[in-house]
């Protein structure tokens, strides 16, 4: 059984491994076409273009595990039923369910690969990707929002205009309130760098309101303790469902404890946790579609099958994530729904079948 084991998962695993180069490789193409638009903003010119679009493929290549296993276990299975080898494993006393855990081994090798991939390689990636293009484009990190990047760190609300490279920041103003409500002191710095754990500000200009009156005071250098932290900030640049698991447990307590709305990256959070194994239920999907197909099936109508069932569930995947947003829906149910009805479909197309 081990070697009828290693045959299923081996043809499995070939054949997704062939699919998925292929279709990053078309994918890429396409971005890289897509980037060309912005040659020639700053010194953003072809080689850049390269750099950045091959620092996005780990990101490019997580979002197209599902479909890649999809299609590749519908060929490598559709093969091996093609050449009539389903037929002799089951006629030689090879039980559904068995193939069944044959094929799912090679499944729980694409979610490993796909956990790295998103947990490790990708997030990292894409932020250097991110900023390499804004350096490029802007020779620094430009907001795009209209007033800045805006937080609040307990009683205080703090806006920076303009994010550097290296963990430093431009042009901040840190607004600070009793428990009141009211304005106590209003402070500009023209200049701040992360060190040893903690901000320096340099050129700060204060304004401190109190019962007797306003002062007014300047300061060349000052040290600022404040839960914002670099890679918190850094966040602005970037999506959050590009994030580490871990860099998203931590903003989502940090706007929580400041009372702040954390529902997008919690829903991004509970993607990152099911996203991968929505590969497992892919491949545990082509399962009942190959044994209910007829060995004429061609290798086209296959390929054609699981791109427009990949294709879909991306789409379902996304759309549920925007509308669990807009209408309040649990994170984990939003975010998990779409793997779990098409495992739900695969589960009922399985039990019909002979």
Not at 35 to 57: N, T
Request: one cysteine or more; aromatic letters at 10%.
């Amino acid at each position: 059984m081990k070697t009828i084991d290693r045959y299923i998962a081996s043809n499995v695993i070939g054949s997704t491994l062939t699919v998925f180069l292929a279709l990053l490789a078309i994918f890429t193409f396409f971005s890289l076409i897509d980037e060309l638009e912005d040659v020639g903003r700053g010194s953003y010119g072809i080689v850049q273009v390269f750099v950045y679009v091959l620092m996005s493929a780990p990101a490019l290549a997580y979002e197209l595990f599902p479909m890649a296993a999809l299609i590749g276990a519908l060929l490598g299975l559709g093969s091996m039923m093609h050449n009539g080898e389903i037929t002799v494993v089951r006629c030689a006393g090879v039980s559904k369910l068995r193939i069944v855990g044959s094929v799912m081994k090679a499944a729980v090798l694409f979610v490993a690969i796909a956990m790295a991939v998103g947990e490790f390689i990708a997030p990292p990636a894409e932020g250097y990707a991110r900023q390499y293009r804004s350096m490029a484009i802007n020779d620094r990190i430009v907001l795009q929002t209209r007033n800045g990047f805006w937080a609040r760190d307990a009683n205080s609300f703090i806006n920076i205009r303009e994010i550097l490279p290296g963990d430093q920041i431009k042009d901040i103003f840190i607004y600070e309130f009793d428990r009141e409500s009211e304005l106590r002191t209003s402070t500009h710095a023209k200049y701040a760098r992360y060190v040893e754990d903690q901000w320096i500000l340099e050129g700060i200009s204060q304004t401190i309101i109190s019962h007797s009156g306003i002062e007014r005071r300047t300061v060349d250098r000052a040290a600022w303790d404040s839960l914002l932290r670099p890679d918190l900030i850094a966040l602005v640049a970037t999506q959050p469902d590009t994030l580490s698991l871990w860099t998203l447990v931590k903003y989502i307590r940090f706007l929580n404890t400041n009372g702040q709305s954390a529902r997008r990256y919690e829903h991004a959070l509970w993607v990152k946790v099911t996203y991968p194994f929505a590969s497992a239920v892919m491949v545990f999907l082509a399962i009942p579609m190959v044994l209910r197909a007829s060995r004429s099936t061609t290798v086209g109508h296959r390929v054609l099958i699981g791109g427009l069932i990949g294709m879909g569930f991306h789409l379902l995947n996304q759309a549920a994530g925007h509308l669990g947003i807009v209408y309040d829906i649990a994170p984990a149910l939003s975010a998990g729904g779409p793997a779990l009805a098409m495992a739900i479909i695969g589960f009922i197309l399985l039990a019909r079948t002979a």
